[in-house]
């Protein structure tokens, strides 16, 4: 157990809906980052947060959103949802901005029908 | 542009025959090399970091080394329960923690 929560484990919705996936970090760290999963994709890089604030971003589309709240934890909203955005959306905490291992939650697969 | 590709994409050993993952890189500044593996529908379970050129970690049967150019991770007689993705991940200089990932060797060890 990495000590990453994230909800729900699985998620089936319509194309055209809107989602939000919901992560707990691990006790102490203040980065978040999402990542994306596909199975021709590998895992992308979508966007960090750290203490509040983002930090980077990386190849998020502009129907995904995400924030970090003062508790820390972060939540991806996706809409508009298509069919290519089904994968498994992975969140992960780290102590730091740079520089130290990041540790994963057990993602959360989103089906989009 | 940064990049990473991991070699070979799968691999099928025997219990205890030996064998080496192969991770190369291009980055910008070299921030830290990480290796992870990745159970079927699992998260990345983190196994290793590595810093700089000549750098190497042990945990069990797996060993992982760095040079400039390229990271290999050893594994030392394989059981069927080491079988997953491993996958390598980089992490550039600047500002930003995010990791770019290869897409993984699939490991298979069979009894």
């Known amino acids: 157990d990495s000590g990453v929560t994230q909800t729900p484990k699985h998620l089936i919705t319509a194309t055209g809906q809107r989602v939000t996936l919901r992560c707990s970090p691990r006790?102490?760290?203040?980065?978040v980052y999402w990542y994306q999963q596909s199975l021709d994709q590998g895992l992308q890089f979508l966007i960090q947060?750290?203490?509040?604030?983002?930090?980077a971003k990386g190849n998020i589309l502009e129907r995904f959103s995400a924030q970090q709240f003062p508790d820390l934890h972060s939540e991806l909203n996706l809409s508009s949802l298509e069919l290519g955005d089904s994968a498994l959306y992975f969140c992960?905490?780290?102590?730091?901005?740079?520089?130290?291992?990041?540790?994963f939650g057990q993602g959360t697969r989103l089906t989009v029908v | 542009e940064d990049q990473v590709t991991q070699s070979p994409e799968a691999l099928r050993l025997q219990e205890g025959e030996s064998s080496s993952l192969n991770c190369s890189y291009t980055?910008?500044?070299?921030?830290?090399l990480f290796w992870y593996r990745q159970d079927p529908g699992k998260g990345p379970e983190f196994l290793f970091t590595?810093?700089?050129a000549g750098e190497e970690k042990e945990k069990e049967r797996l060993k992982a080394t760095l040079t400039k150019k390229e990271s290999f991770l050893h594994i030392t007689a394989p059981k069927p329960e080491d079988s997953a993705t491993y996958l390598c991940?980089?992490?550039?200089?600047?500002?930003?923690?995010?990791?770019?990932f290869g897409k993984g060797t699939k490991l298979s060890v069979k009894p």
């Open positions: 947060y750290y203490n509040g604030e983002e930090r």
């Open positions: 006790s102490g760290d203040l980065s």
């Open positions: 590595l810093y700089s």
């Open positions: 980055v910008s500044g070299l921030r830290g």
């Open positions: 992960a905490s780290s102590v730091g901005v740079v520089g130290t291992e990041a540790f």
């Open positions: 991940a980089v992490q550039a200089g600047g500002s930003q923690g995010n990791l770019i």
